[in-house]
């Protein structure tokens, strides 16, 4: 019989399972998911334990089972919201993209993904892990990737009608490339401490080199301010 390959459009999203039908319920179930990311933050996959899991929900072995089959399916849960809430819209309002020039959205972006990334990194982590070998988290972090790629498509398009970005570029490919880039950089950076980084310098250098491939023109050197009158009449003394 042929295997069917799990992928983002095939898995169901485990957030669909098992559903309750009592407000009580919904908050009973959001607590243990809540609970579940402390632990797998704390033990990793491997060694978390259901028991730990209830026991930090406050509730019962049994309870457990009534809103999730087995801890893979509790940390695909925890799995999706991580990933989701890494491409969501920003937080706050801010600036429509319009009013900033392409070398501010794409530091904005950059900026934002790294932020949450940074503020979950352990989590992160465990995720990163665990979709090397369970297909459902795979397909989780895949479907977050390629919202964020799909973004930056229509971006690089909007750029190339505009005529700012290298119209020889594939937007597909190139957003894919990129995209690709900063997740792996995150990865190694931020959760597995391969180096230290300043977060300022690393957000601007990902999006110089994300800039620098699109071939946008180069961004204004800021204005240096000019000298005070009292500065430019003491220099004008010195000199007499």
Known sequence: MPRTRTTAATITPVTALNRPRTVKGAQTRAGLVKAAKDIFERDGFLEARISDIAKRAKVSYGAFYHYFDSKEQIFREVAEAEEERLTASPDEPSAPDEQLSPHDR??????????????????????????????????????????????????IKRLQADGLADRRLDPAIVSDALGAMVARFSELWLTQG????????????LSIIWA????????????????SKPARRKASAQSA
């Not at 391969?194 to 250098?205: G, H, I, L």
């Not at 620098?212 to 000298?227: F, K």
């Open 106 to 155: 794409i530091r904005r972006s950059n900026r934002r993904y790294l932020e949450r990334y940074r503020s979950e990194a352990k989590i992160m982590g465990v995720i990163e892990q665990v979709s090397r070998y369970d297909p459902y988290v795979n397909a989780a972090r895949m479907a977050s990737q390629k919202h964020f790629v799909e973004r930056s498509e229509r971006s």
């Open 194 to 205: 391969y180096r230290s980084y300043d977060f300022d310098v690393a957000v601007d250098q």
């Open 212 to 227: 620098n491939a699109l071939g946008l023109p180069p961004e204004p050197l800021p204005v240096a301010p000019s000298a």
